[in-house]
């Protein structure tokens, strides 16, 4: 016999392809969906099919956005003489959550991860170049890629790319996390805090 | 400035409702099939109307099928003096899968939980006494819910309306696990071993 009915184990399937999702949370999602109201399932499948018929990438800054350009690349009122370079969409919300920012954004879609076949080509990096000479221009860049060793690597080929221009390339402040314990730090994080010591005013 | 736009935020939403996956799953996994090809959002959600369009209930047994009644109730190899009384479908394929089993089954879809309000009347219970005055008579009731508090007390409440009628009433072994350690066996578990114990042939 057929352990499971073919719709069930192609939806298994389905989730199973999702990342962090095994096949034993993806049966669980299944039977989850089973028992839940019909509607449940009928409205995730709606809300994917609209996720790529609705979305696409700003062809500016690369950011996700309903309408090309996006929100912010439109926006007189923001800053047009800042540019931060973030790894992913979410990366930008993050930071527009901080309201200390009024910059415009450019998303690379990823890191160079050479182990993954990631080189800078994959990413939209050489997209950020021509972006230097609008007017106004541009004068500082802030690259806020993670700080990992994918994220420094990036931030130091996005570094190098922009040598020799007149701009200023910044990249975010490592250090101890607010709220964070000292004695829990680890010692990059601590060393970093440490070389990055800042005068008490 | 809207932080998500629409579509990204309703899918969290949606990802966000199923068991288990938190906002911060949600947004990965959205962020993921964004960036992953078109086909594959698209066949997740495919699969998912196909569950809910061509999965029903099995009238007999209760188990998921595509066709009513379900395969193993119309199988005509299987014994059908035995039915093994499972919580959930997942169960039949567990059991199925030891090939050691060849009766029916009787799916309850859950457990007895008075504190979530399920009660006997949500289950399918009463859908079961029927079933033991069919021809050939049923000569064995196998309890198989789970091992845990809900498992017990909904095997415990089924043995008491089967009470009265020509039919052996049965719970799967308790005891050490396969392949397990004793010494790390659980006092419940151990007990249930020793007063469980067989005579070595």
Known sequence: MQLLVEPVARL???????????????????????????????SLADALRDLRARITFCSICF?????????????????????????????????????????????????????????PDELHIADLLPRLDAMPPVRE???????????????????????????RVTRLARGLPVGGDLEYADEVTLSRALSGRQTME
Do not use: W
């Open 141 to 167: 860049v802030i690259i806020a890629t993670n700080p990992n060793m994918e994220g420094e690597a990036t931030a130091m080929y996005i570094a190098r790319q922009l040598e020799g221009r007149d701009v």
């Open 12 to 42: 298994i399937d389905e989730f199973s392809r999702l990342p962090g999702i095994g096949p034993k949370t993806a049966s669980r999602l299944v039977f989850y969906l089973l028992r839940a109201p019909e509607e449940q399932a009928q």
């Open 63 to 119: 950011n996700i956005t309903e309408s090309d350009p996006c929100a912010v690349c439109t926006d007189e009122k923001r800053d047009r003489s800042v540019i931060c370079v973030v790894e992913e969409p979410l990366d930008v919300i993050a930071i527009e959550r901080t309201r200390d920012y009024h910059g415009l954004y450019h998303v690379l879609h990823g890191t160079i991860a050479p182990v993954e076949g990631i080189g």
